[in-house]
């Protein structure tokens, strides 16, 4: 199992560089041509929330991408530390709070549907959305 680890500030400005960092470690580990258009996506959709988490928060910590190649999958975490008190839709916002509510789960549900498997994680300390994808095994070498 290869992993590869990226930190970044959490600016706009670095989500295209996570994004090129994930398609180029899921395209050596083996994830269809076809499908890396989707991981861009779906990592892009992945930091922009994490950032936007950041900065309303007021958090400065870097946000923490892990690229993690397994035997027959491709799996990618991302991960923040601003505070998730309430999960998305449990309790009603502050005023202002509707929109960003919205914007996450449209994210969310934009993630769900290039990925073939999401798991998104929230708590006080931060969150994390992991995406997987399956890959295809390199072809034997020649005799």
Do not use: Y
């Not at 290869?2 to 050596?28: D, G, K, M, Q, W």
């Not at 798991?119 to 994808?133: L, Y």
């Amino acid at each position: 199992m290869a992993t590869v680890e990226l930190r970044f500030s959490a600016l706009p400005e670095h989500v295209r560089t996570a994004r090129l960092v994930a398609a180029a470690v899921a395209r050596r580990a083996g994830v269809d041509e076809a499908v890396l258009d989707e991981v861009r996506l779906a990592v892009g959709e992945a930091c922009t929330r994490a950032v936007g988490l950041h900065r309303n928060s007021g958090v400065t910590a870097p946000v923490k991408v892990l690229l993690i190649e397994e035997e027959k999958q491709f799996s990618i975490e991302v991960g923040d530390q601003a505070p998730h008190s309430v999960p998305a839709g449990d309790a009603p916002g502050a005023a202002g709070d509707d929109g960003e509510t919205e914007e996450d789960e449209m994210g969310l549900a934009v993630i769900s549907g290039l990925v073939d498997d999401v798991e998104v994680t929230t708590g006080a300390h931060g969150g994390q959305i992991r995406m997987t994808w399956s890959t295809t095994p390199p072809p034997a070498p020649l005799p």
